[in-house]
């Protein structure tokens, strides 16, 4: 089987489930061998890599915890050590928290910013001097970073805004060597932690153009696209998945 991701190895953290699994899934069906991290679903995890080897690639699963400094550093080094390259890294893995501003904790405040914040920036900072030219950094940022649509999403998006800031210095950091460094803005996209038909989805759908929760699948195609050949001239810049929702 061939494909436009043949020879390349892709990170992708958050691997296991929802968005992630299906950007992991998406860069295996184009050819790339994948390494995904995972914090509790192992058995999710396994299911994800089993997909990709379906394909008949490589995959390796490995267990880290964003809000670890040293994990997150140590998953780029599991993927040099497995597949002994690395040439397209997504930041997925993320947490949400919403509350107005003087319910949240600084214990709250630190972990998301963790995770949502320093994880990327560690796993950025660890894989770039391994990323062969003309790699890919691809990360999950989110539309509450551009749309504050409701109220209690201040420090979500907060987390989510700083990685905008993040895309474009490294988008001119690293274009001498053709790598291009993109954010990806979903809307609300249906998956286990945000359910089309869960609480607060007619709330969420009231705000979308075209009227309907997004799926992972669309995320996956999105950065696909940025991780072949065909995204090659575009960096630095944020790109909206989100059904019209900061229209």
Same mark, same amino acid.
């Given at each position: 089987m061939?494909? *436009?991701?043949?020879?390349?190895?892709?990170?992708?953290?958050?691997?296991s489930r929802?968005?992630?699994?299906a950007?992991a899934?998406?860069?295996? +069906?184009?050819?790339?061998?994948? @390494?995904?991290?995972?914090q509790h679903?192992?058995?999710?995890?396994?299911?994800?890599?089993?997909?990709?080897?379906?394909?008949?690639?490589?995959?390796?699963?490995v267990?880290? %915890?964003?809000?670890d400094?040293?994990a997150?550093?140590?998953?780029?080094?599991?993927?040099?050590?497995?597949?002994?390259r690395? %040439?397209i890294?997504v930041n997925?893995?993320g947490?949400?928290?919403?509350? @107005?501003?003087e %319910?949240?904790s600084?214990? +709250?405040l630190?972990?998301?910013i963790?995770v949502? =914040?320093?994880?990327?920036?560690?796993? &950025?900072q660890a894989a770039v001097?391994?990323?062969?030219?003309?790699g890919? =950094?691809? &990360?999950?940022?989110?539309?509450?970073? +551009?749309?504050a649509? *409701?109220?209690?999403?201040?420090?979500?998006g #907060?987390?989510?805004?700083?990685?905008?800031?993040?895309?474009?210095?490294?988008?001119?950091e690293l274009?001498?060597?053709?790598? &291009? =460094?993109?954010?990806v803005?979903?809307?609300?996209?249906?998956t286990?932690?945000?359910?089309?038909?869960g609480?607060?989805?007619?709330?969420?759908?009231?705000f979308?153009? #075209?009227?309907a929760?997004?799926?992972?699948?669309?995320?996956?195609?999105?950065?696909?696209h940025?991780a072949? +050949? &065909?995204?090659?001239?575009?960096?630095a810049t944020?790109?909206? =998945?989100?059904?019209?929702?900061?229209?």
């Amino acid at each position: 089987m061939t494909g *436009v991701l043949d020879g390349k190895v892709a990170l992708v953290t958050g691997g296991s489930r929802g968005i992630g699994a299906a950007i992991a899934i998406r860069l295996g +069906e184009q050819g790339a061998d994948v @390494v995904l991290t995972y914090q509790h679903s192992a058995d999710q995890a396994g299911n994800v890599v089993e997909s990709i080897k379906a394909h008949g690639r490589r995959a390796l699963a490995v267990r880290a %915890d964003n809000a670890d400094a040293d994990a997150v550093a140590g998953s780029v080094r599991a993927a040099l050590g497995e597949f002994g390259r690395l %040439d397209i890294l997504v930041n997925n893995a993320g947490v949400g928290h919403y509350g @107005v501003i003087e %319910d949240i904790s600084q214990a +709250e405040l630190d972990h998301v910013i963790a995770v949502n =914040v320093r994880a990327p920036f560690l796993a &950025t900072q660890a894989a770039v001097p391994h990323l062969s030219d003309g790699g890919r =950094v691809i &990360t999950i940022g989110s539309i509450a970073s +551009e749309r504050a649509a *409701v109220a209690g999403f201040s420090l979500y998006g #907060l987390s989510k805004a700083a990685l905008t800031g993040l895309t474009k210095a490294l988008g001119r950091e690293l274009g001498p060597r053709g790598i &291009t =460094v993109n954010l990806v803005q979903p809307g609300p996209i249906d998956t286990d932690m945000n359910p089309a038909d869960g609480p607060g989805a007619d709330g969420q759908r009231e705000f979308v153009a #075209l009227g309907a929760h997004g799926q992972p699948s669309d995320i996956a195609a999105t950065v696909a696209h940025l991780a072949g +050949e &065909t995204g090659r001239y575009i960096t630095a810049t944020a790109i909206a =998945v989100d059904g019209g929702h900061a229209a």
